[in-house]
Nanobody, 125 residues
Framework: VQLQASGGGLVQAGDSLRLSCAAS????????MGWFRQAPGKEREFVAA????????DYADAVRGRFTISRANAENTLFLQMNSLKREDTAVYYC???????????????????WGQGTQVTVSS
């Protein structure tokens, strides 16, 4: 599985951004997808995850109500719509794939076998 994240940039607090993650190499609709982020000097943390069908989602408390994860299986693409951005959302954002058969949504980085290269999101006040 190859993952390519894009859509990051420099925005002001309160703005919106939409991240995308293009997947290739295996049947995209077979596996769970997630978004993680890593700020300078901090560990990589869970942001959101979505089931293979898109029917189930999970969010970190810090982004719940502001971010929306979704997927377009026909296009092999994962999205993260980020609204009402805050300075503390500044980080490198990574998409990840959990290809374990019948896997549940997970917040653990160890459950995801494949990772994209990351896209920088910087929020200024």
């Amino acid at each position: 599985v190859q993952l390519q994240a894009s859509g990051g940039g420099l925005v002001q607090a309160g703005d919106s951004l939409r991240l995308s993650c293009a997947a290739s190499g295996r049947t995209f609709s077979d596996y769970v997808m997630g978004w993680f982020r890593q700020a300078p000097g901090k560990e990589r943390e869970f942001v959101a995850a979505v089931s293979w069908s898109g029917g189930s989602t999970d969010y970190a408390d810090a982004v719940r109500g502001r971010f929306t994860i979704s997927r377009a299986n026909a296009e092999n693409t994962l999205f993260l719509q980020m609204n009402s951005l805050k300075r503390e959302d500044t980080a490198v954002y990574y998409c990840a794939a959990d290809t374990t058969w019948m896997s549940r949504l997970s917040r653990s980085t160890g459950e995801y076998e494949y990772w994209g290269q990351g896209t920088q999101v910087t929020v200024s006040s």
